[in-house]
């Protein structure tokens, strides 16, 4: 056939893609077939083996093909080239620049994503892995997982950041008329941003409340021209107070508790100064400061209002009207570390909260309250509770419950490590003792550090039932969460989020829940309990099962320096309110002194 005289249309068994075109760049410029194989095809592409061959093969006719697409609907420039080009080498060749130009004339032969294309077609190679060991296989599962999930979907995926996340939704959201809409709360904001229609300007005795995200403050309480800004180069770029705090705050945006616990600080004290001290944050003193503190002990009613969300007009700073001393003291020695690094990054001149005490509080005998523990009678009754709950077939929920309790009552796990635990990160334990088969799991706990706790017999057999409900092997599964909801409830809300089937775990919140519901049915089924016990498990929280491991371990004589490690405590200091051998000793001893003082013959 003469190309320059017959134009023969282009059937097309395949749309490329845009990792196609990206290939067909990188071969253009004379990359070997077997860098662009492994860069942008995946072993199922079409079903073929993306083999150098293979590769350098489809790329041809894929050029062949645009060259054709170019030649009809191209400028008359770019035709003749072409054409002279094909007789002259028996086929088209391209330069970087002219094959540009033929990806605009060839625009129609770029395909529009649809829900079954496959995410390897649209996606770099390492980035549709990563989607694909998540079981999202298509575009369509994509776009469905990203809408039950929200913002943090991409957390439930490994190597998949927030920066990688966004332009992911981006691409999504650009062929939304093809791939169904995105909800809007998929877009992951970064802290402390609000669309602009949510932001109100705050200042005076009768502002409206609203939280740091939604602030925006009058040029007089700024802080742009504080009385306590630093003359020197500062650090940071903050033009006003209300970007100094975010700016200090955005250094938690990896630790969400560490960062929700400083934000309520920090807004409160911001709305305080400029709505009832009515200055600028860079321009408060020691005595403002002193103020704030006994502003703590009974805040303003304005201040305080039930929980409602942040979006809401009826948010409120504070929950109650009293805070705790412990509660107080928490909340300046907040505020003095942040004023310190605004002092270090020399946005402020000094920090005032220097010369501010911390509110007087009781130094109690023991670090934490550990009164919540089960003594060692009760928690025994209770598992074989549990146990015959969990024989029926259909009790798959105590089942779930189960592995809850004994993952925290016999390895000190907290309720936040529940939910991260994962059976990849679980294995059988070289050390054993007395042929007793020992399980071990590693995962990231509190203060972002790995650890590595014991899992006892009785949980891996929890484990074992938990997974067949859920219909696989335990044994010889890969991965997956460790603790996973077996029945969603039929709520609208639950239902989006867990509707797409994708491998969810439990939220901290349902762990309370979980255990809420526990307590009541141990309460009312347990025979023989006793009002004491009935009103210890009212009170019984995920965390008191962390406690109750402690105190059984202490009370067992495992080492304190085990239990420390285990329960992954910073200090031993922490740990040894499980150890109570020193504090019966003089129990004791003080029983034996009272017997010696009683008189004879009394009772």
Known sequence: ???????????????????????????????????????????????????????????????????????????????????????????????????????????????????????????????????????????????????????????????????????????????????????????????????????????????????????????????????????????????????????????????????????????????????????????????????????????????????????????????SAGMSADSQKYAIRALRAAFAWLVDVRYLAGNPWKAVKDPVVIEREAGLDIGRALPAGLWQRARIYIDEQCAPREARYWRTVRVVLLLSGDSGLRREELTVARREKMRPSPYRADNVPAWELTFVGKRNKERTVPVSPAAIDALRAHWADRGLDFDSAAEGPLIKPIFVPPTPLAQERHGNGTDESYVPDAINKMVRWAMKRLIAGMPDLTVAEMTQLTSTSPHAFRHTFGTQAGANDVPIDVIQRIMGHASLQTTTIYVQAEKERMLREAARYFEKQRTPGSD
């Open 1 to 319: 056939m003469n190309l320059a005289n017959q134009i023969q249309p282009v059937v097309h068994h395949r749309a490329y893609s845009r990792s196609d075109f990206t290939a067909l760049r990188a071969f253009v410029q004379r990359v070997p077939a077997a860098t662009i194989a492994r860069l942008y095809f995946t072993e199922d592409e079409d079903g073929h083996e993306p083999t150098p061959g293979w590769v350098e093969s489809y790329l041809r006719r894929m050029q062949a093909d645009l060259v054709d697409l170019a030649i009809e609907h191209g400028s008359p420039v770019l035709a003749d080239h072409l054409k002279q080009s094909a007789r002259r080498h028996g086929s088209a060749r391209l330069t970087a620049i002219s094959l540009k130009m033929v990806e605009q004339a060839a625009g129609l032969a770029v395909a529009q994503p649809a829900p079954e294309h496959g995410v390897g077609m649209w996606f770099r190679p390492l980035v549709a892995l990563r989607l694909k060991e998540a079981g999202i296989g298509t575009l369509g599962e994509l776009v469905a997982f990203c809408s039950a999930r929200g913002g943090s979907w991409w957390r439930a995926i490994r190597r998949i950041g927030p920066g990688r996340a966004r332009r992911v939704v981006a691409w999504l959201r650009q062929h939304e008329a093809a791939l169904g809409s995105i909800p809007a709360d998929v877009d992951e904001r970064p802290p402390f941003t609000a669309d602009d229609s949510e932001i109100i300007e705050i200042g005076g005795s009768h502002a409206t409340l609203v939280p740091l995200e939604r602030m925006a403050l009058r040029a007089a309480l700024s802080g742009a021209v504080g009385e306590n800004r630093s003359a020197a180069f500062a650090y940071i770029y903050a033009r006003n107070d209300l970007e100094a705090v975010r700016a200090y705050l955005y250094r938690y945006r990896d630790q969400p508790k560490t960062l929700r616990a400083y934000t309520k600080e920090l807004e409160r004290f911001l709305l305080w100064a400029v709505c009832v001290r009515g200055k600028p944050l860079s321009s408060l003193l020691a005595d403002d400061c002193e103020a704030y503190k006994d502003f703590l002990k009974t805040p303003s009613p304005a201040f305080v209002g039930p929980r409602f969300a942040r979006s809401s007009s009826r948010w409120r700073p504070f929950a």
